[in-house]
Antibody, heavy 123, light 105 residues
Framework: EVQLVESGGGLVKPGGSLRLSCAASGFTFNSYSMNWVRQAPGKGLEWVSSISSSSESIYYADSVRGRFTISRDDAKNSLFLQLNSLRAEDTGVYYC????????????????WGQGALVTVSS | QMTQSPSTLSASIGDRVTITCRASESISHWLAWYQQKPGKAPNLLIYKASNLYSGVPSRFSGSGSGTEFTLTISSLQPDDVATYYCQQYNSYSWMFGQGTKVEIK
């Protein structure tokens, strides 16, 4: 069974940093591109970042580029998101999600999602 | 940009329900639909515009290509109460629609 479990969320002051982790199991993690998607309280979904299976290709939303860094450790079946220079508008639930393609690298949608990690940026 | 409509929808059990997403430029068939219930992660319904994801009831269907796409629920059921999102891919950027909240009348 595919499982994605996020951790590392919490309360942080504006300007602070946080590192989110996503532990993957039930599939060959190193074969799949992975993604982060967030959702502000009571709002819609927002794509944050994506990383290819080889880490060769990395993409960011304009709203986080230069502040957030996505990475992965295939030996530990883990995906990470380093959040720096946090702002109040970064508050929300952060989901890791899998891209289902294992051949071409990308299918450009998300078939499995974690339960989310809550990040609250407030003084 | 993605424009999803309506933002809310109220229909009766058994009604046919349609949600529309419009892209500002052609995205070919790179569009997916998700269902999200309160406090839960989204669930994939449709991928590549018209492909039903495994395990999703057949009352859900997707259509469209280029810039206009629709999600149809052929016969609304109580379990379909949720918020629905479209999601596009274009030029190394993924984007979600604003969401459509579906309620029972």
């Amino acid at each position: 069974e595919v499982q994605l479990v996020e951790s590392g969320g919490g309360l942080v002051k504006p300007g602070g940093s946080l590192r989110l982790s996503c532990a993957a199991s039930g599939f060959t993690f190193n074969s799949y591109s992975m993604n982060w998607v967030r959702q502000a309280p009571g709002k819609g979904l927002e794509w944050v970042s994506s990383i290819s299976s080889s880490s060769e290709s990395i993409y960011y939303a304009d709203s986080v580029r230069g502040r957030f860094t996505i990475s992965r450790d295939d030996a530990k079946n883990s995906l990470f998101l380093q959040l720096n220079s946090l702002r109040a508008e970064d508050t929300g639930v952060y989901y890791c999600a899998r891209d289902p393609s294992i051949i071409s690298g990308w299918s450009y949608y998300f078939d499995y999602w974690g339960q989310g990690a809550l990040v609250t940026v407030s003084s | 940009q993605m424009t999803q409509s309506p933002s809310t929808l109220s229909a009766s059990i058994g009604d046919r329900v349609t949600i529309t997403c419009r892209a500002s430029e052609s995205i070919s068939h790179w569009l997916a639909w998700y269902q999200q219930k309160p406090g839960k992660a989204p669930n994939l319904l449709i991928y590549k515009a018209s492909n039903l994801y495994s395990g999703v009831p057949s009352r859900f269907s997707g259509s469209g290509s280029g810039t206009e796409f629709t999600l149809t629920i052929s016969s609304l059921q109580p379990d379909d109460v949720a918020t629905y999102y479209c999601q596009q891919y274009n030029s190394y950027s993924w984007m979600f629609g604003q969401g459509t909240k579906v309620e029972i009348k």
